[in-house]
Structures are given as structure tokens and as C-alpha cells.
T-cell receptor, first 112, second 115 residues
Framework: QKEVEQNSGPLSVPEGAIASLNCTYSDRGSQSFFWYRQYSGKSPELIMSIYSNGDKEDGRFTAQLNKASQYVSLLIRDSQPSDSATYLCAVKGGGSNYKLTFGKGTLLTVNP | DVKVTQSSRYLVKRTGEKVFLECVQDMDHENMFWYRQDPGLGLRLIYFSYDVKMKEKGDIPEGYSVSREKKERFSLILESASTNQTSMYLC??????????????FGPGTRLTVL
């Protein structure tokens, strides 16, 4: 059974701080990794994807991948109250299976 | 931009009713998915389809069926709704073409309440 684990929240940070969200996965053959943001009552929205070891930056967001440690993280710099949401980590396993395995999410609250 | 739409945002049905949830995507994606999301349980895959008329069971298919007669449309059917099917239902689609990393794009969701 493929598993994706996220650090249990909720996570609370002050406005302007760096928020760090972590995710580990069990399938060593996993190929693609995604971070979704989900506001309360809304559907998940894709915000970052990463496929190679290292860092990928997009604006205030940085995704980090370490396949040897089976670990992926999302850093949010200069956190804003509008970043308050649940963040879902999703992993695509190896092979031709198109399914994603999702973590249960981490609730982030950014306090003004 | 990928657009995935779902037929209703909110739906209230009675126990035993047959319920149809529809999803349409406009990006010619081959793969489409139905999930339900419940507090503490996360996203759980009900069914997915990798082509017209093709379907595969997900993790929790019991009590559900699906239909994909056209590439852009994927329907979820609750044959006889029960109260434990009260949930948020999410549809997603993804490309599987060359170079695709299979990012899934979600519709707005349907919050179904079964009384």
C-alpha cells in the first residue's frame, strides 16, 4: 500500500515568516510530486510540481525533493494571511499508473 | 487553462434515491477521476477512467458506479444513496500524453447531503 504522510498540523506562523510543510512517501519508484492548496470549502488547486531532486522556486513558493530520503517539502516565504489553507502533498508512483496518492493535508494558519 | 466543471455545487437527496453527479473537462484529457473527501480521511479515489467506456475501481468503489460515454464527460452514479455517502465529491482530469507529468486538475466539487 503506497502511503504519503504529511506533518500533522495545524501549523501556525506569523505574517512574513517562512512556513515549512513536509511530506514523506513510501513508494521508492515515485516519479512526480505535487503540492495542492485547498481553501476551506473549495477544491484543491495545484500550486507546485517537482520531478527532479533539488529545489524548484516559483515566486514565494519553493518545492524541495530528495528521492533518496523519500522526502518532499514546500516552503512559503513571506507568508501572508491569504496563504491560510490546507496543503495537500500528492505523489505519482512509478509505472504507467496515472493515479496520485494524496496525503491527508496540513492546515496552515498565517496570523496577521 | 484547464477547466473542469461539475454539475452542482450543492445537492440534497433522500436515502434510496439514485443520484447522478456529472463532470465535464474541456482539455481533451484522457484520464478522469472521482474522489470523495471527508474530514480526517483525506481524498479517497472512488473510480477513474482512462478512456471512453473504460473504467477502473479505485479504493472505495462500493455503492458507486460510473459512466464515460464521451471523452469530456465522466459521471458518478450513486445507485441508492445512503447517509454515509454524505460527502464532498471531487472530479479531476489529467493528460497522459508525451511529456505529461499527470498533474490532476480538479473541478469545484459537489457537496452532497443525503437525508
Amino acid at each position: 500500500q503506497k502511503e504519503v504522510e504529511q506533518n500533522s498540523g495545524p501549523l501556525s506562523v506569523p505574517e512574513g515568516a517562512i512556513a515549512s510543510l513536509n511530506c514523506t512517501y513510501s513508494d521508492r519508484g515515485s516519479q512526480s510530486f505535487f503540492w495542492y492548496r485547498q481553501y476551506s470549502g473549495k477544491s484543491p488547486e495545484l500550486i507546485m510540481s517537482i520531478y527532479s531532486n533539488g529545489d524548484k522556486e516559483d515566486g514565494r513558493f519553493t518545492a524541495q525533493l530528495n528521492k533518496a530520503s523519500q522526502y518532499v517539502s514546500l516552503l512559503i516565504r513571506d507568508s501572508q494571511p491569504s496563504d491560510s489553507a490546507t496543503y495537500l502533498c500528492a505523489v505519482k508512483g512509478g509505472g504507467s499508473n496515472y493515479k496520485l496518492t494524496f496525503g491527508k493535508g496540513t492546515l496552515l494558519t498565517v496570523n496577521p | 487553462d484547464v477547466k473542469v466543471t461539475q454539475s452542482s455545487r450543492y445537492l440534497v437527496k433522500r436515502t434510496g434515491e439514485k443520484v447522478f453527479l456529472e463532470c465535464v473537462q474541456d482539455m481533451d484529457h484522457e484520464n478522469m477521476f472521482w474522489y470523495r473527501q471527508d474530514p480526517g480521511l483525506g481524498l479517497r479515489l472512488i473510480y477513474f477512467s482512462y478512456d471512453v467506456k473504460m473504467k477502473e475501481k479505485g479504493d472505495i468503489p462500493e455503492g458507486y458506479s460510473v459512466s464515460r460515454e464521451k471523452k469530456e464527460r465522466f459521471s458518478l452514479i450513486l445507485e441508492s444513496a445512503s447517509t454515509n455517502q454524505t460527502s464532498m465529491y471531487l472530479c479531476a482530469s489529467t493528460d497522459r500524453g508525451q511529456g505529461s507529468h499527470n498533474e490532476q486538475f480538479f473541478g469545484p466539487g459537489t457537496r452532497l447531503t443525503v437525508l
